[in-house]
C-alpha cells in the first residue's frame, strides 16, 4: 500500500483511505483503538465484514477486499454524503428503495441508516448505503429481522421527508406515521446508551464519526 490519509481517529481506532495495487481502499484500524475499546472495536469489524460478505457483488455498498483480525480493508465510492449532496428527486429515493431491498434480501440489516452520512450521492446520481457496522445479518430473515428492515426503510422515507416531501407517497406517510414498537424500544433504551458513548465518550455529534465520509467536498467510501 502507498502512503495513506487519515480520515477519521477516535477512541475506536483509525480509518485511512490509501491504495492497493493502484485501487483505492478504505482501512479500518483497530489496533489504533484504546485498549479498553479494542474489544469493542473488533466486534463492530467484525460485524460489518459478516455483512459485506453477503453483499459481495451488490452495487451501491460497501466490498470487502481483505479482513485480519485488526485490520479491514473495503472499497471505496466516488460520492457525497447526502447532507452534502441534499438529494431533492424522486429517483434518488426510488434507487435508494430498491438498494435497501436488495441488502435486505441478502439477509442484512443496517440499523443505522438515520445518519445521513451514511447515505451517499454518487457521481452519477445514484445511490450508496456505508457503514455497516451495527448491522443485523442472518439467513433467516425472522420476525426481528423484518422489524429491523422496516425500520431502515422508516429512515429513508425521513430523509425522504427532508429533501423531497412532495413525493411522498400516501402509503410512506402511513409508514412515516407509524414506528414500531421496535423502533420505540430502542428510542427509550438502546439509543441513550448510544448518545452517551457517541457523543460523551468519542465526542461525535449526530453527522460526526463520519470522516471516513467526508475527506473532502466530494466523497464517498465504501464501508
Not at 479482513?67 to 460520492?79: F, K, N, V
Not at 452534502?84 to 443496517?110: D, E, S, W
Not at 402511513?174 to 414506528?179: A, C, E, K, N, T
Request: hydrophobic content about 40%; charged content about 25%; aromatic content about 6%.
Amino acid at each position: 500500500m502507498t502512503e495513506s490519509r487519515i480520515l477519521k481517529s477516535d477512541l475506536l481506532g483509525a480509518v485511512r483511505l490509501t491504495t492497493l495495487n493502484g485501487i483505492s481502499v478504505v482501512v479500518r484500524d483497530c489496533a489504533a483503538s484504546s485498549v479498553t475499546l479494542r474489544w469493542l472495536a473488533r466486534r463492530l469489524m467484525q460485524r460489518e465484514a459478516r455483512a459485506m460478505a453477503l453483499l459481495a457483488d451488490i452495487d451501491g455498498v460497501p466490498q470487502l477486499v481483505q479482513q485480519q483480525q485488526d485490520c479491514l480493508l473495503r472499497s471505496y465510492i466516488a460520492a457525497q454524503p447526502m447532507q452534502l449532496a441534499k438529494p431533492t428527486g424522486r429517483a434518488y429515493f426510488n434507487n435508494a428503495a430498491r438498494l435497501l431491498r436488495r441488502i435486505h434480501a441478502a439477509g442484512v440489516a443496517h440499523n443505522d441508516l438515520s445518519k445521513e452520512p451514511n447515505w451517499l450521492v454518487r457521481e452519477d446520481g445514484r445511490p450508496a448505503i456505508i457503514d455497516f457496522q451495527l448491522a443485523f445479518s442472518t439467513r433467516r430473515r425472522g420476525k426481528f429481522f423484518r422489524l429491523a428492515a422496516r425500520e431502515d426503510l422508516r429512515h429513508l422515507l425521513k430523509h425522504k421527508r427532508t429533501y423531497c416531501p412532495q413525493y411522498l407517497t400516501t402509503r410512506e406517510r402511513r409508514i412515516l406515521s407509524s414506528p414500531g414498537w421496535a423502533s420505540i424500544a430502542i428510542a427509550r433504551t438502546i439509543k441513550p446508551i448510544y448518545l452517551f458513548v457517541t457523543r460523551s465518550l468519542l465526542g461525535w455529534e449526530d453527522r460526526e464519526g463520519g470522516g471516513d465520509r467526508e475527506p473532502a467536498a466530494r466523497v464517498g467510501t465504501r464501508r
